[in-house]
């Protein structure tokens, strides 16, 4: 299974985007799914996860802010961010956990999406 991100662009400071994740195959196997943000010259670290029954996780910074979200019918996942900060800004990346009886548990990544964030 493949992911393909996008989505990403350059926003002013307190608009927003939706960024989004295909797979190229169902997504409903995954245990979880989730976001990453990579700043430049800092660690990539979680931004929002979602598991395959609907829990979901948020970083600090984006919570109120941020909706993570998955159409399974459409081997997709969201994330909409709003009231976007100019530390919002890195190169997103989507992920994707198999269960431990799939794949040996292996997590798979997409490419980046870009998102700037102008003050």
């Known amino acids: 299974v493949q992911l393909q991100a996008s989505g990403g662009g350059l926003v002013q400071a307190g608009g927003s985007l939706r960024l989004s994740c295909a797979a190229s195959?169902?997504?409903?196997?995954?245990?979880?799914t989730g976001w990453f943000r990579q700043a430049p010259g800092k660690e990539r670290e979680l931004v929002a996860s979602?598991?395959?029954?609907?829990?979901?996780e948020y970083t600090d910074s984006v919570k109120g802010r941020s909706t993570i979200s998955r159409d399974d019918a459409k081997n997709t996942m969201f994330l909409e961010m709003n009231n976007l900060r100019p530390d919002d800004a890195g190169v997103y990346y989507c992920?994707?956990?198999?269960?431990?009886?799939?794949?040996?548990?292996?997590?798979?990544w997409g490419q980046g999406t870009l998102v700037t964030v102008s003050s």
């Open positions: 992920n994707a956990k198999y269960p431990p009886y799939l794949s040996n548990g292996r997590t798979i």
């Open positions: 195959a169902t997504i409903s196997r995954f245990i979880a």
């Open positions: 979602i598991t395959y029954d609907g829990n979901t």
